[in-house]
């Protein structure tokens, strides 16, 4: 009973070591899926917060450019009106063109910044809005990261607690098998099984082949002379002491007991 329960327990652990790779197949599954899903989002907001700083750049330089720009503007207007007295009328039609000149070049920036500005918003907001949407669903996956990987260590422990349960139970049928066990029925059966007869074997008796008095057959065997009717000499008490030799004549035979 022994040997059977402990082979059921070991195919019980067996079979929990599958249980146990099973849920751990599951959640390395789900941290794939989680891996993936965040890669393309990061992949699509890296792209993004590229492009935003792309524009951002192209913003700012329209910007130093239709700075720069006005500033021709402006002092092409002072020496047209420093000029304005003056009676060279050549270089004053060519202070005109270089002031009218300015402003159609201040204006193009002027254009060109605006519609780099109106980009760069509109990437800001798509940027924002995808941005609020990353961060919604890795919140997302958090909470079901929490939640998944809790519900597989409830699981890991369920499935612990159930193996000692089960082992328990497996366990008490060997307890109630040496219940049964009685020591001395045991020893009973074990005599039982293995004795060969109830009577020791019969004595074997010398036969003197000179003699005339031999023993027929079927006739009870005659008593042979005491090989050693007197008693030995008392031991030394200053020798060894652990043999204690006796004699005892029983139908003509001498036992040594040690």
């Not at 005659?222 to 652990?242: A, H, I, Q, V």
Request: aromatic letters at 8%; one cysteine or more; glycine letters at 2%.
């Amino acid at each position: 009973m022994f040997k059977l329960q402990t082979e059921h327990v070991s195919l019980s652990h067996l079979q929990l070591s599958h249980s146990l790779r099973e849920e751990a197949k599951k959640l390395e599954e789900f941290r794939e899926k989680q891996k993936e899903a965040r890669k393309k989002v990061e992949q699509q907001m890296d792209a993004l917060h590229k492009q935003k700083a792309s524009q951002y750049k192209k913003t700012m330089d329209s910007k130093k450019t239709y700075d720069q720009k006005c500033r021709d503007k402006e002092e092409a207007d002072q020496n047209v009106n420093r000029n304005t007295n003056t009676s060279n009328t050549k270089h004053i039609e060519k202070l005109f063109s270089k002031a009218q000149q300015a402003k159609q070049n201040a204006e193009e920036a002027d254009r060109l910044y605006q519609q780099n500005v109106t980009m760069v918003g509109k990437v800001r907001d798509e940027w924002l809005k995808e941005h609020i949407k990353a961060c919604e669903m890795f919140e997302k996956h958090s909470m079901e990261r929490i939640n998944f990987l809790r519900n597989t260590v409830w699981t890991h422990l369920n499935l612990l607690s159930q193996q000692c349960v089960t082992s328990d139970e497996l366990y008490e049928e060997v307890r109630k098998s040496f219940e049964q066990c009685d020591v001395q029925e045991d020893i009973e059966h074990f005599v039982n099984l293995r004795q060969i007869d109830d009577k020791p074997p019969a004595l074997v008796v010398y036969e003197n082949f000179y003699s005339g008095q031999r023993a027929q057959p079927g006739a009870p065997p005659s008593r042979p002379p005491p090989l050693n009717p007197r008693r030995g000499p008392l031991p030394d008490p200053t020798e060894n002491n652990d043999v204690i030799y006796s004699t005892v004549e029983d139908a003509g035979y001498s036992v040594i007991q040690y």
